[in-house]
């Protein structure tokens, strides 16, 4: 069975991941495949959109070929790692740039690597399956993918908590956060694309198909959000929820204790020097150099196997407290790589 399904449908260039028992995680393969399928519809005046969906089973795409990677890790030092890392990093720019519009149905799962190919979509649709996150503190890596360009830009410091606890948002809270553009039903889906296929505007399509999305329950925590997860420092946003007797406010002190020291406090730099940036482009520089760092770190490896192989949720993280995360670690996983091994786009 292919893993990609790209073909064109009248007016529409067509990818639909295909890898449903796996929910859908990008391979370097996958991402391969659908590089050449935008390269290509890109100059072919027939093609005036492009949609994004999955074919068949849950999930629109719940991340990346995490065993891969972890496997690269553990016995080549991280080198396909890296390669895996650049290459759908490629892909990931390719969308943000890409000079017609494309539309990213995310119906089911969108998680990890499957944000990293919605998010830069000019039309992103949340339904009533969509669960949206990005996990990566409870497996030691971090938010890549344009995470820290996408997130950091989220008002309330919204993306600041989504990174951090891995919360996962329904379809209304999607569209409450902007992280969607449209909210349509499901049922609302093949009508929609056949539409886009035949020739007709995607905004409007969209706009004419969508309906009121139900209350995003988010937004009654937005207050709690933002005055806990105000500061760019780890420590201070522990110690804010210690301060605060809510069942809220323990709930998810609970959360970040479970978490990676390491990539709270990585995530937390990412996004406020994403927030800086004018370029997407220097954004994935950025990320490239963090995720060739974090790969081959202890937190890495470790929370794969807690977390995804062994189930046991019991991780050993390494540094193990917030205050052991030091500065000088965080520069070091920072720093520029050596100019022939830096990130650019294609």
């Known amino acids: 069975m292919t893993d990609i399904l790209t073909h064109t449908h009248g007016a529409a260039g067509h990818i639909s991941l295909n890898r449903p028992k796996a929910l859908h995680a990008l391979t370097l393969e996958m991402c391969h495949a659908m590089s050449a399928a935008l390269a290509r519809w890109a100059s072919d005046g027939a093609v005036r959109a ?33 390669k895996f ?33 919605a998010m830069p ?8 399956h969509t669960r949206f996150a990005m996990p990566e503190t409870g497996i030691g890596l971090f938010p890549d993918v344009g995470g820290g360009w996408h997130l950091s830009r989220l008002d309330g410091r919204m993306g600041q908590f989504l990174a951090l606890t891995g919360a996962r948002l329904d379809g209304a809270e999607c569209l409450w956060t902007g992280l969607a553009t449209h909210y349509l039903p499901s049922e609302s889906l093949p009508e929609a694309k056949a539409r ?40 201070d946003i522990l110690a804010s929820l210690e301060s605060d007797d809510s069942e809220w406010a323990a709930k998810e002190l609970a959360t970040l204790h479970t978490k990676s020291p390491q990539t709270c406090k990585v995530a937390l730099r990412q996004l406020a020097q994403s927030a800086e940036l004018t370029d997407f482009t220097d954004n994935m520089r950025m990320e490239y150099r963090i995720a060739s760092r974090v790969l081959t770190r202890p937190d890495f ?12 949720g019991d991780p050993k993280w390494d540094p193990a407290t917030p205050e052991a995360v030091t500065p000088a670690l965080l520069d070091a996983i920072f720093a520029p790589l050596p100019e022939n091994e830096e990130w650019n786009p294609l």
């Open 50 to 82: 492009v949609i994004l969906d999955h074919a068949e089973g849950r999930g629109f795409c719940a991340g990346g070929d995490i065993a891969f990677l972890r496997n690269s890790a553990l016995n080549d030092g991280g080198k396909s790692g890296r």
């Open 85 to 117: 890392f650049h290459d759908e990093y490629q892909l990931n720019h390719q969308l943000f740039a890409y000079p017609k519009p494309v539309v990213a149905f995310m119906d089911g799962v969108t998680m990890g690597g499957g944000v990293g190919i």
């Open 121 to 128: 979509a000019k039309y992103r649709v949340a339904t009533e």
């Open 196 to 235: 886009i296929a035949s020739g007709h505007e995607p905004g409007g399509v969209l706009a004419a198909l969508a309906e009121h999305a139900p209350p995003a329950r988010i937004e009654g925590n937005i207050a709690a959000i933002r005055k806990h997860f105000a500061s760019d420092r780890f420590e």
């Open 301 to 312: 490896a470790e929370g794969v196997r807690a977390v995804i192989i062994d189930k046991t």
